[in-house]
């Protein structure tokens, strides 16, 4: 399947979706996180054409996800370890692969489990805290327009706050 690119669009979303969104991209920076480094290794686990997989990992690179690597000084193979960029996306990672837990494979259970190394203990769902630590539900936010908002966007922000007023939505 051929994805279009996402430009006309200002939102940090879509920008996002444009550099991760395709599924192969998500699954190599799982297998990332799970320690993979070597290309061979990413094709092993993943059975993903080495041509994908060439092209996905250049696009992580390029744009500092990933960063290519010497195995060791003056090798020709090289390793692909996940930047401080690459390290931030975690949080998504867990959260969509618990949100898969809880709604797509209710019957089967979970595959993984991410657990706290020091006390073996599952790690609780991914939510939305409050500055003070209180979980917020969708009828706690409000949008507001940032500082790289256009003209339209306000507009959009305005008119989902008044939908959101009336309870419209959510």
């Not at 500092?64 to 090798?75: D, H, N, S, T, Y």
């Amino acid at each position: 399947m051929v994805r279009n690119k996402i430009d006309d669009i200002n939102c940090s979303l879509a920008d996002s979706l444009n550099l991760i969104g395709e599924w192969w991209t998500i699954l190599i920076l799982r297998e990332s996180f799970f320690g993979t480094r070597r290309f061979e290794d990413f094709q092993q686990h993943l059975g993903i054409a080495r041509n994908i997989l060439t092209a996905r990992l250049a696009t992580l690179c390029d744009n500092g996800i990933l960063e290519r690597v010497p195995v060791k000084e003056g090798a020709k193979r090289h390793e692909y370890r996940l930047t401080s960029m690459g390290r931030d996306l975690l949080t998504v990672i867990i959260a969509l692969t618990q949100w898969g837990d809880r709604w797509l494979r209710q019957e089967q259970g979970a595959p993984v489990n991410f657990i706290e190394r020091d006390s073996g203990e599952v790690i609780p769902e991914v939510c939305i805290r409050s500055k003070d630590g209180r979980q917020l539900k969708t009828r706690d936010l409000a949008m507001v327009p940032g500082p790289g908002a256009t003209d339209k966007t306000r507009e959009r922000l305005r008119q989902i706050a008044e939908a959101w007023h009336k309870r419209e939505l959510v």
